[in-house]
T-cell receptor, first 114, second 111 residues
Framework: NAGVTQTPKFRVLKTGQSMTLLCAQD?????MYWYRQDPGMGLRLIHY???????AKGEVPDGYNVSRLKKQNFLLGLESAAPSQTSVYFC?????????????FGPGTRLTVL | RKEVEQDPGPFNVPEGATVAFNCTYS??????FFWYRQDCRKEPKLLMS???SGNEDGRFTAQLNRASQYISLLIRDSKLSDSATYLC????????????FGQGTELSVKP
């Protein structure tokens, strides 16, 4: 199993450009999450999904949209990139919530917005 | 006040030392607790869950204090390979299984 994969690994955007980050998991997990990680801030939840066709806002959702059309994929979109969105983006998935909620992370996407 | 807080460190310790990290959380409804390890420029990986009675995995011991709302991680006999950032994570009982992460504590083990 590949686990959780993310594409692309690196990207440089200009302010105002749009892009989509793809997360894929082959573990048949119901729950998927998008985080961003900035120095000194830890991981902050952007959006999450509790199943195919459902999405919900996390802690820092502004400027991002998501879609979960297929169970194995969770897409994160930036419609009009801003320098404040320069960050490392991690996708994660888990099978169960609560006490058994080990989240498995992808390798990350390093995004720079100029 | 952040929901989950950690001492950011860095903790610089010699090989063989014992080091302890604390993590405080503000929401008394927090239900599940975890320690993740993150190597430089890599993704976080689960180190261990934290159970109410405390639990041990080799050189690592995790404790939970619900009354004072903190969790701890103790590393005994530190190895060079323990150098990493340690993130605590807290799950508040809800349908989403969301984790709230601390900002991480950096550990550097020196020869």
């Amino acid at each position: 199993n590949a686990g959780v994969t993310q594409t692309p690994k690196f990207r440089v955007l200009k302010t105002g450009q749009s892009m989509t980050l793809l997360c894929a998991q082959d573990m048949n997990h119901e729950y998927m999450y998008w985080y961003r990680q900035d120095p000194g801030m830890g991981l902050r939840l952007i959006h999450y999904s509790v199943g195919e066709g459902t999405t919900a806002k996390g802690e820092v959702p502004d400027g991002y949209n998501v879609s979960r059309l297929k169970k194995q994929n969770f897409l994160l979109g930036l419609e009009s990139a801003a320098p404040s969105q320069t960050s490392v983006y991690f996708c994660a998935s888990s099978y169960l919530p609560g006490s058994n909620n080990e989240q498995f992370f992808g390798p990350g996407t390093r995004l720079t917005v100029l | 006040r952040k929901e989950v807080e950690q001492d950011p460190g860095p903790f610089n310790v010699p090989e063989g030392a014992t080091v302890a990290f604390n993590c405080t959380y503000s929401n008394s409804a927090s239900q599940s607790f975890f320690w993740y390890r993150q190597d430089c420029r890599k993704e976080p990986k689960l180190l261990m869950s934290v159970y109410s009675s405390g639990n041990e995995d080799g050189r690592f011991t995790a404790q939970l204090n619900r009354a004072s709302q903190y969790i701890s991680l103790l590393i005994r006999d530190s190895k060079l390979s323990d150098s990493a950032t340690y993130l605590c994570a807290v799950n508040i009982a809800d349908a989403g299984g969301k984790l709230i992460f601390g900002q991480g504590t950096e550990l550097s083990v020196k020869p």
